[in-house]
Nanobody, 125 residues
Framework: QVLLVESGGGLVQAGGSLRLSCAASGRTFSRYAMGWFRQAPGKEREFVAAISWNAASTYYADSVKGRFTISRDNGKNTAYLQMNSLKPEDTAVYYC??????????????????WGQGTQVTVSS
């Protein structure tokens, strides 16, 4: 059973930083792409960032490019999302996810089938 547990969310002022973590268990972490998504109140869930199984490729939503960085530590079975220069519009519940298929780039949002419970990020103005 694949289990994803996010942590690191919280309240931060605009311009501040947070680092989210996603601890994975239940299968060989290093074989699977990881992604971060978010959902703001009243809005649909949207893609934020993804990293391929081998960390060779990363992808970002236009709204976070240059501010957010996705990474992974296969030795710790953990993915990270470093968020800098946060804006009030970044306020959302952030979810990590992983794909069903091994050795993928993670670029296709439809490939993500396992999800964490989410962590709240609130950015005050």
């Amino acid at each position: 059973q694949v289990l994803l547990v996010e942590s690191g969310g919280g309240l931060v002022q605009a311009g501040g930083s947070l680092r989210l973590s996603c601890a994975a268990s239940g299968r060989t972490f290093s074989r699977y792409a990881m992604g971060w998504f978010r959902q703001a109140p009243g809005k649909e869930r949207e893609f934020v960032a993804a990293i391929s199984w081998n960390a060779a490729s990363t992808y970002y939503a236009d709204s976070v490019k240059g501010r957010f960085t996705i990474s992974r530590d296969n030795g710790k079975n953990t993915a990270y999302l470093q968020m800098n220069s946060l804006k009030p519009e970044d306020t959302a519940v952030y979810y990590c996810a992983t794909t069903e298929t091994a050795y993928s780039t993670g670029r296709n949002s439809n490939d993500y089938v396992y999800w964490g419970q989410g962590t709240q990020v609130t950015v005050s103005s």
